[in-house]
């Protein structure tokens, strides 16, 4: 997972605040993805985006969650009005080719987020 | 549907045995990869290894080797010499489904 960098690591926002989580892929790496992982449950998909882009949102909750990854800068992740569900890992992984066939996607550290 | 399975909530080993992580998937692509993760209590997630459909080999990498076995569609983890630092969650993973993990296994090694 070296080389992909998440934060902030910890976060901790009031229910109804935004969380904004960045990350910023590989160097050389042009596709992001968005991952939540709920206290004792597996990753789940959110979101896969090339630059400027959005391929996959199948996994985005449809109402307060919002990702981009701009030309320039890192990807974020945004969640508006958070929650007490919300409370969870987030990790961002990237990948040098799109859809990850035939590549090892790199994973970032994570973000933990604690609505309270 | 696409997906994988891991029907392994829990598995324990002894240090020094060899433990097999169970890993079955779901889907009609000709071509695809499978990987394995380990996600240590500190949280993050490391790639260990990966197998493309149509490698003619099992993958190896140190102390884990993937029983692929296509036909069964199943992509299982062997760990061989078990240490203490292996205690983890496992999770399985594939380019074929929707980019979503398996659940994950819990990998306990004992004395």
């Known amino acids: 997972n070296a080389g992909v960098m998440q934060n902030p690591r910890h976060l901790v926002r009031r229910r109804g605040q935004e969380a904004r989580l960045r990350c910023s892929p590989m160097k050389g790496h042009s596709h992001v993805y968005w991952y939540r992982q709920l206290p004792e449950e597996g990753l789940k998909f959110m979101v896969y985006l090339q630059k400027e882009n959005i391929i996959d949102e199948s996994g985005m909750p449809k109402e307060r969650f919002s990702a981009e990854f701009p030309k320039e800068g890192p990807s974020i992740l945004r969640i508006q009005q958070v929650v007490r569900g919300d409370s969870a890992a987030y990790f961002c992984?990237?990948?040098?080719?799109?859809?990850?066939?035939?590549?090892?996607?790199?994973f970032g550290e994570g973000s933990w987020l604690t609505v309270v | 549907a696409q997906k994988i399975t891991q029907t392994q909530p829990g598995m324990f080993v002894q240090e020094k045995e060899a433990v097999t992580l169970d890993c079955t998937y779901d889907?009609?692509?000709?071509?695809?990869?499978l990987f394995w993760y380990k996600q240590p209590s500190s949280g993050e997630m490391i790639f260990l290894i990966y197998?493309?459909?149509?490698?003619?080999q099992n993958a190896t990498e140190g102390r884990y080797s993937l029983n692929f076995q296509k036909a069964r569609k199943s992509a299982n983890l062997v760990i061989s010499a078990s240490q203490l630092g292996d205690s983890a969650m496992y999770f399985c993973d594939s380019t074929a489904s929707k980019l979503t993990f398996g659940t994950g296994t819990r990998l306990q090694v004992t004395l």
């Open positions: 197998q493309g459909s149509y490698d003619q």
């Open positions: 889907t009609s692509d000709p071509s695809y990869g």
């Open positions: 992984a990237s990948s040098p080719q799109q859809g990850r066939r035939g590549n090892t996607i790199y």
